[in-house]
């Protein structure tokens, strides 16, 4: 029989942490090239407001932490949200871009003549960018990586919060499909099936048992902006994210 001590204790603190990926917002390069780990590729006019909006989108959350990508565009689009939010930014450099080697800044369309892009539609987890790096070696360490913070967030807790941590990561179009595709169980092969577009915003909660995909590529848009762009309407998936609903728009 429980004393009266233990009947009013508080609940033990839940052991779950949920995780924010927002893609950073657009570029210059966004949709035409693959910018990869190129160096100097900053926010547009139009991904400086994809990032104020997401600011505002993510407005009264208290994030444990705000993790990005060593690159420009991506510090640029958490800087905007930590300005809002008042946090401070960490820099992993696990969630850095795929290194697509000799496949930088070449346009999608020159790529797509290439041998090697039938092996990323189709059978990606074998694919190895020449001079760069293999899908699957880029989807290993970005999922160590989300493992390494959620252990680090699920210890630090206070055990007098009853609310689950929950932090923001801003990271790259193929990156963040590499961490969901894991978190929903699905063979990198099949990664391709899954769109995120710039500033989108992909929550899944990891719990004991399994994660949970909460929202996927939520844009805070309406439904039209989810229609299928016309390069996705070919069957083929943009490599690094494409633009997404901006596709065409500038």
Not at 10 to 38: K, N, S, W, Y
Not at 82 to 87: D, N, Q, T, V
Not at 185 to 206: A, E
């Amino acid at each position: 029989m429980a004393t009266s001590e233990t009947a009013d204790a508080p609940p033990p603190a839940p052991e779950a942490v949920t995780l924010l990926l927002v893609r950073h917002g657009m570029t210059d390069a966004t949709g035409p090239l693959l910018a990869g780990r190129a160096e100097g590729v900053h926010l547009n006019d139009t991904g400086r407001a994809q990032a104020a909006d997401l600011a505002h989108r993510l407005t009264g959350l208290r994030p444990a932490a705000l993790v990005s990508s060593p690159l420009e565009r991506c510090r640029e689009t958490a800087e905007a949200v930590a300005e809002h939010l008042g946090a401070a930014v960490a820099v992993d450099d696990r969630l850095i871009e795929c290194d697509y080697g000799s496949w930088t800044g070449r346009t999608l369309g020159e790529l797509g003549a290439e041998p090697l892009w039938r092996v990323v539609q189709e059978h990606p987890s074998a694919a190895r960018f020449p001079g760069g790096e293999a899908l699957a070696a880029a989807s290993a360490r970005a999922v160590g990586a989300v493992r390494d913070w959620n252990t680090r967030l699920l210890q630090g807790r206070s055990t007098e919060s009853a609310e689950p941590p929950a932090y923001v990561v801003c990271s790259h179009g193929d990156i963040i499909k590499a961490i969901v595709a894991d978190a929903l169980g699905l063979h990198l092969d099949l990664f391709q099936r899954l769109r995120v577009d710039p500033c989108s915003v992909t929550s899944i909660t990891y719990t004991r048992t399994r994660p949970f995909l909460n929202k996927l590529n939520d844009t805070g848009e309406g439904l039209a902006g989810s229609l299928p762009t016309r390069g996705e309407a070919s069957g083929d998936a943009a490599v690094g994210g494409g633009a997404g609903a901006q596709e065409g728009a500038e």
